[in-house]
């Protein structure tokens, strides 16, 4: 996939075209006034993030809309941030950045797809597992009892394995964990449970948790919520969405009127469907509040929209709690008690340099010519639809030639699958002969999206 990724930084540079130039236009919509966040999202809580967790946060928020709209009738059962907390945990004070660090903090669509995890707690089972102590606390106490066990371990080096698991027990590793656990009155079995489990783990030498050592190992984070996260949450698991797929597309297009109406595309679509959805939006932070010029990448949830003959402003959804806009609020913009905050499409589009949209949805469509184009380092393939714009198909199989895809060149087919960032191009999942049939699901045009966000 790095392959195809530097191939594809070719082709942007000038080597060879994306996409044709195509033009642009504003996207109306007579959707009105929607308000997820009095209806399909009533029940997620408002969040105050810790660290960089903006992107895991607004996930969570698009995931449990998601989940409540496509068969999930317990509405108080929203998605827990224990497993952000085990990863950035990991990261901070085990000096070793776990694998899903990345994902979680800086890479918006990758926060999407480490959400789907088979592993994600409810808010509900964590708050009554803790009886109501802070999260952030238990992770703790977890984690420096990693610490404590490799401590341990490092100081008898010179004695052999099975002597060094037979004093394990008489080092106070187990029994400051378990004083710990205490506090929180975990129940009995449960907590049993998880000291079995790290007794375990910790029995098998100092480095299962360092992914940068030799031995057993695995990150303490993938560790902690594999094995822990299913103890403390019981029967409240969240199960995951198979079905779901995340996109995820980066504003090229510098020129305001495109950014408004891909914007419009995106955005409107997802609200306004039959099944509406909110959609997450990365832009600069410091246009939320008065006086602040820096662009540092934040995530945020688009909860509503609503229209005037002038304008559509959009209701976001931050995760910095419920008071943050009462301190430097930017003059223009209109909050809400809880600082929820009406930004307009221009005011987005023009202020923000970093616009991004991810949503969750159903496998799209992509329908058109199937092409390919011969490059020095590979094969590419090509949906070449309206306005002869041709948008790339990224494949793990891909950089050679695919006799499934072989057979169909120069045929009318449509593609499955979601809008990639890493490329800029259509993430596929299954390709069909094209029957002229657009699926109910389809309610972004994934089509107008490419054509939109082509480069000034």
């Known amino acids: 996939m790095n392959n195809l990724k530097n191939l594809t930084i070719a082709l942007v540079l000038g080597l060879a075209p994306l996409f044709s130039v195509a033009k642009s236009g504003q996207v109306e919509s007579s959707c009105g006034t929607v308000r997820l966040d009095q209806s399909l999202m009533q029940t997620i809580p408002l969040r105050n993030q810790f660290g960089g967790t903006c992107m895991y946060e607004t996930g969570t928020q698009l ?15 929203t998605s827990s ?6 990863d950035m945990v990991s990261a901070y004070r085990e000096r070793v950045v776990s694998e899903s660090y990345g994902e979680i903090v800086g890479d918006f669509s990758g926060a999407l797809d480490h959400i789907k995890t088979p592993y994600l707690c409810s808010d509900r089972a964590v708050d009554e597992a803790l009886n109501g102590r802070p999260l952030g606390i238990f992770v703790k106490a977890l984690h420096d009892a990693v610490l404590l066990n490799r401590d341990f371990w490092l100081k008898h080096a010179d004695l052999d394995t099975e002597k060094i698991r037979q004093i394990l027990n008489q080092s106070g590793v187990m029994e400051s964990l378990d004083r710990s656990l205490r506090m929180f009155q975990i129940e009995p079995a449960k907590k049993q449970a998880i000291l079995e489990k790290l007794e375990i783990a910790f029995s098998k030498g100092p480095y299962l948790f360092n992914p940068d050592e030799n031995g057993p190992q695995v990150s303490e984070s993938k560790f902690l919520q594999q094995e822990i996260v299913p103890i403390l949450c019981g029967q409240d698991l969240i199960s995951p969405v198979t079905s779901v797929m995340s996109n995820f597309i980066h504003f090229n297009s510098s020129e305001p009127k495109k950014r408004i109406s891909l914007l419009h595309t995106v955005v409107d679509a997802n ?5 509406p959805q909110p959609v997450g939006l990365t ?3 410091g246009i939320l509040r008065a006086g602040e010029s820096e662009c540092g990448d934040h995530a945020i949830t688009i909860v509503g929209r609503r229209q005037t003959s002038s304008k559509v402003e959009y209701l976001l959804k931050n995760s910095w ?10 003059p223009s913009l209109k909050y809400e008690d809880n600082c929820l905050v009406w930004v307009s499409d ?7 340099k970093n616009l991004g949209l991810g949503w969750y949805s159903k496998p799209q469509n992509l329908c058109g010519k199937l092409v390919r184009k011969d490059f020095v380092n590979g094969t590419l393939y090509y949906i070449e639809g309206k306005s002869n714009l041709r948008t790339l198909l990224v494949k793990e199989s891909f950089l050679k030639i695919d006799p499934s895809y072989e057979t169909r060149r120069g045929q009318r087919v449509c593609v499955e699958g979601s809008v990639s960032p890493g490329t800029g191009g259509f993430n596929v999942t ?9 699926s109910t699901e389809d309610v972004v045009d994934i089509e107008q999206v490419f054509l939109l966000n082509l480069k000034k």
């Open 271 to 275: 609200l306004c469907a039959k099944n």
């Open 430 to 438: 299954a390709l069909r002969d094209d029957k002229n049939q657009k």
């Open 283 to 285: 832009f600069c932070s």
């Open 63 to 77: 995931y449990d809309a998601w989940r409540f709209s496509h068969g999930e009738t317990d509405l108080q059962k």
């Open 81 to 86: 941030n224990l497993n952000i907390f085990f």
């Open 346 to 352: 221009k005011y987005l589009a023009e202020k923000s």
């Open 321 to 330: 709690g419920s008071e943050w806009c009462k301190t430097d609020p930017e």
